[in-house]
């Protein structure tokens, strides 16, 4: 880097105080109860400004992201650690009291997404042969991190940042087509919340079971909740940063195994060290769910998780410029026709099942809006049924590695041919 391009602050310590200040301000407006930021974070979501603040610096050269160390920190630490914390609390006998419908759509909507991608990259780059790049790079590694988003939540899109390796600005370009899209479908299912009859009626569904279950649920995260301490605080973040060193251990070994033995796996990205990285960190997560180690929810595992992604969210953002997010207007055509695939084979699965409406729009907003939105579809029905979406929303996170993967690999092919 030139003298000339150098960032105004180089500190590596005042970089990382100004992202979390960023991080500070966003969610301590977001929850505020002042009219000012209700409406204002009703049209402009937290996590789009968790991006992009620290991109706007970026973009205009106060910080660097190329410069900087953090983003490695964050992805090789806190990524994984984050997958763990946020796949261990998963509780299967939980998921089961909501009934195969549920678990059916959510997997209908987990479908959508993975073959939807791979279809509206074909329709619109057939039509569009200019949207197969974005500047320099393929299109195809970008829309894998659309996927990891809509399927798992941001950990699993930074995964697939990372695999299959986006170019920050690509990535830039993907994060616009993701919120907008996203939160267009959220409006709507929001709107029809709110007139669920009519829709169960279409779909020839039963809405006693709801009912039901919301009576089940009334109370079932009463008690959870135990005060930390910094025993426990100290036992979480063996549990997560242990494991993520046994990650990169395992990950040290096999990576180089595959590149060594089997290189024209590369193609498939089974000789990459991170790839195996995000693998074994959510398998581990999963298998600590089958164990005591899911107490540890109780004491704050996916508040910690959280932190953890947001954290790396800021350090993708700061590598950002956003000159470059509407370099190719036609990748939001991609996104409608990819969401469009989603909501159809969601539609059709619930005529088919006869599911009531509110397990399409949570078992979708479980997949494309993730932890942070799924809850808030769940209540727009009725208060007492916000654990459903958290419930869907963590299976989200635990299949969201794998799903997007496969996806990614398909997108990949199409795009072979029709580059």
């Not at 990524?79 to 195969?100: E, Q, R, V």
């Not at 659309?146 to 690509?170: D, H, P, R, T």
């Not at 008690?223 to 025993?231: L, Q, S």
């Not at 007492?384 to 799903?403: E, F, K, R, S």
Request: charged share 10%; glycine share 10%.
């Amino acid at each position: 880097m030139t003298e000339s391009s150098a960032p105004l602050i180089t500190n590596e310590a005042v970089v990382l105080g100004i992202l979390l200040v960023i991080l500070a301000l966003v969610f301590h407006t977001s929850s505020s109860t002042k009219q000012l930021w209700v409406r204002f974070y009703k049209v402009i979501p937290s996590l789009l400004l968790c991006y992009f603040l620290p991109a706007l610096l970026n973009t205009f050269n106060i910080i660097s992201g190329e410069a900087s160390q953090l983003y490695f920190v964050a992805s090789r630490f806190f990524l994984p650690a984050s997958l763990i914390l946020l796949t261990l609390s998963i509780d299967f006998k939980s998921l089961s009291m909501l009934g195969s419908k549920a678990v059916i759509m959510f997997f209908a909507g987990t479908v959508g997404v993975m073959f939807g991608g791979p279809l509206a990259l074909f329709a619109v780059g057939s039509l569009f042969p200019d949207v197969l790049y974005t500047g320099d790079d393929e299109v195809w590694k970008g829309l894998a991190t659309i996927s990891g988003s809509w399927i798992g939540g941001g950990a699993n899109q930074a995964a697939m940042l990372e695999v299959f390796g986006a170019s920050k600005e690509a990535f830039g370009q993907m994060i616009a087509v993701d919120v907008l899209v996203a939160n267009v479908w959220m409006g709507f299912l929001l709107y029809f919340s709110q007139k669920p009859e009519k829709i169960d009626k279409l779909l020839g569904a039963d809405s006693r079971p709801i009912k039901e279950l919301e009576e089940r649920l009334e109370g079932l995260q009463a008690g959870k909740r135990m005060m930390p301490t910094v025993t426990s605080t100290m036992v979480l973040l063996g549990v997560a940063f242990g494991f993520t060193g046994l990650s990169h251990f395992l990950s040290d070994i096999i990576a180089p195994y595959f590149a060594e033995n089997f290189p024209e796996l590369e193609t498939y990205s089974i000789t990459s060290g991170f790839f195996w990285l995000v693998i074994i960190a959510t398998t581990a997560g999963l298998a600590l769910s089958f164990t005591k180690a899911r107490d540890l929810e109780g004491y704050g595992a996916s508040r910690f998780g959280s932190v953890f992604l947001y954290f790396l969210v800021a350090t993708i953002g700061m590598s950002m410029d956003l000159g470059a997010v509407l370099d190719n207007p036609k990748l939001f055509l991609v996104g409608a026709f990819w969401i469009t695939f989603h909501i159809l084979i969601m539609l059709i699965v619930a005529r088919i099942i006869r599911a009531p409406f509110f397990y399409v729009a949570v078992g979708s907003q479980a997949n494309i809006g993730g932890a942070a939105s799924a809850p808030i579809v769940a209540v727009a029905f009725n208060r007492y049924l916000a654990p459903v979406g958290v419930l869907l929303a963590v299976l989200g996170y635990a299949v969201g590695t794998y799903g997007a993967y496969m996806c990614g690999l398909m997108l990949q092919y199409v795009w072979n041919l029709l580059a």
